[in-house]
T-cell receptor
Framework: DAGITQSPRHKVTETGTPVTLRCHQT?????MYWYRQDPGHGLRLIHYSYGVKDTDKGEVSDGYSVSRSKTEDFLLTLESATSSQTSVYFC????????????FGSGTQLSVL | KQEVTQIPAALSVPEGENLVLNCSFTDSAIYNLQWFRQDPGKGLTSLLL?????REQTSGRLNASLDKSSGRSTLYIAASQPGDSATYLCAVDPSSSNTGKLIFGQGTTLQVKP
């Protein structure tokens, strides 16, 4: 998976609890993304980062925050998880210059009960 | 708002058949279009990327075409094999420059029967 590790791979949590998902890359790519995948909606962009401490919102950012303190790590936080945030979360990376393709991690299956 | 549609949602073919997967998008102002493959429980693997100025890209048995003016792309798979069974997604970068902020279709799930 192009040097991308997502953790945890599976998580079950309760409504109202905070949850943090981690994406770690070893490719030194500048750009990192968080997408969620849901039946009937496909993949949708939550947040993205174009460098350390530089992040911006995507299409479905409500209820999520992100942080990027190092090039290799991009964290996605659900401040107070809701059942509508049950989904599969994918991290992706790219350098957008030498290779414009996006490379995806294996995903985190999150269930909010 | 850019929307990406893939039809059909599912397709089953016998091994050896040539097949075409379709992708359409509502706004022709795209930077590029990518085709991805997703196996069950796995992440996405980029197969082909077509720049907005290009008409097609080829990789092995795969050929992707792009008709930006009509908002359509096709992925042609030659001599299909059971190992090609997966979900295929297309995605466009709707920006004026390369951002990686992709808009995805919902995918076509392909089953190739031995």
């Amino acid at each position: 998976d192009a040097g991308i590790t997502q953790s945890p791979r599976h998580k079950v949590t309760e409504t109202g609890t905070p949850v943090t998902l981690r994406c770690h890359q070893t490719e030194n790519h500048r750009y990192m993304y968080w997408y969620r995948q849901d039946p009937g909606h496909g993949l949708r962009l939550i947040h993205y980062s174009y460098g350390v401490k530089d992040t911006d919102k995507g299409e479905v950012s409500d209820g999520y925050s992100v942080s990027r303190s190092k090039t290799e790590d991009f964290l996605l936080t659900l401040e107070s998880a809701t059942s509508s945030q049950t989904s599969v979360y994918f991290c992706a990376i790219s350098d957008l210059k030498t290779n414009e393709k996006l490379f995806f991690g294996s995903g985190t299956q999150l269930s909010v009960l | 708002k850019q929307e990406v549609t893939q039809i059909p949602a599912a397709l089953s073919v016998p091994e050896g058949e040539n097949l075409v997967l379709n992708c359409s998008f509502t706004d022709s102002a795209i930077y590029n279009l990518q085709w991805f493959r997703q196996d069950p429980g796995k992440g996405l693997t980029s197969l082909l990327l077509i720049q907005s100025s290009q008409r097609e890209q080829t990789s092995g048995r795969l050929n992707a075409s792009l008709d930006k003016s009509s908002g359509r792309s096709t992925l042609y798979i030659a001599a299909s094999q059971p190992g090609d069974s997966a979900t295929y997604l297309c995605a466009v970068d709707p920006s004026s420059s390369n951002t990686g902020k992709l808009i995805f279709g919902q995918g076509t799930t392909l089953q190739v029967k031995p």
